[in-house]
């Protein structure tokens, strides 16, 4: 029996990369996922491999509707008691000063404002199970101020915050928020998003990437979700932990 055995989990982003990897990972070790994502194709695709033990919702997390269809799919499907806030975008490595309303809105709209969502919405499934995990995966961007635009740093940022908020909260209730921040991992989160915007502000990047030493895969990344989403963490509560190769160590 597998440490997810009965376990019903919520994975965003899950048709592809770290979030497709997570998924296969918990259904190997016995969860029911549920599992969202804006490219139907790819999530069919996916559930075609994994079977009935994997539900998919597609749809886009910054509209309220293809929300609440998550919700509504978790809630019929026993409740969450493990929730992973995987999908996001990039910004093309925006600076502020040249930075668009339409791409701040729709950055943070997707990498922060979904994540308070689904935890507001999923939160009071878990008190009611007697307790579950949260693990939202951040960035380095979320560590630094020089591994992403400013949309993209600044809400990877908020995603720490809103760990630590939901931490100390509701951990009392028996249910623990940890993040995780990797640094390069071989996903798709790029596709049109990575071109950069500004030659000026690349240039400036490029004296912070040498500091990674390798890129992760999303099996590497998906290992350590799938701890912390697991009972075997239980005292693991409010953690910021790195998985960047090194990174910020340098």
């Not at 999908?87 to 308070?116: K, Q, S």
């Not at 028996?174 to 998003?193: H, Q, S, Y």
């Not at 500091?211 to 075997?232: F, H, K, N, V, Y």
């Amino acid at each position: 029996m597998g440490r997810m055995q009965g376990k019903v989990a919520v994975v965003t982003g899950a048709a592809s990369g770290i979030g497709r990897a997570v998924a296969r990972q918990m259904i190997a070790e016995g969860a029911t996922v549920l599992g969202a994502d804006v490219n139907a194709d790819k999530l069919q695709e996916l559930a075609t491999e994994l079977g009935e033990s994997l539900q998919v919702v597609a749809g886009d997390l910054s509209d309220s509707a293809d929300l609440a269809r998550v919700v509504t799919a978790v809630q019929q499907a026993g409740g969450a008691d493990i929730l992973i806030n995987n999908a996001g975008i990039v910004d093309h490595f925006t600076p502020v000063t040249e930075m668009d309303d339409e791409t701040w809105d729709r950055v943070l709209a997707i990498n922060i404002t979904a994540p308070m969502r689904l935890t507001r919405a999923l939160v009071p499934q878990m008190i009611a199970k007697g307790g579950g995990s949260i693990v939202n995966v951040a960035s380095i961007g979320g560590m630094t101020g020089g591994a992403g635009g400013a949309a993209y740093t600044a809400s990877k940022h908020a995603l720490i915050g809103l760990t630590r908020h939901t931490s100390f909260f509701y951990g009392p209730q028996g249910v623990r928020c940890n993040a995780i921040c990797p640094a390069g991992v071989e996903t798709n989160i790029a596709d049109g998003g990575a071109t950069p915007a500004s030659a000026w502000a690349w240039e400036r990047m490029q004296t912070q990437f040498p500091r990674g030493q390798r890129m992760a895969s999303p099996e590497e990344i998906s290992s350590l979700i799938t701890w912390l989403a697991a009972d075997e963490s239980v005292n693991v509560n409010g953690a910021i932990v790195a998985s960047d190769g090194g990174w910020t160590a340098a």
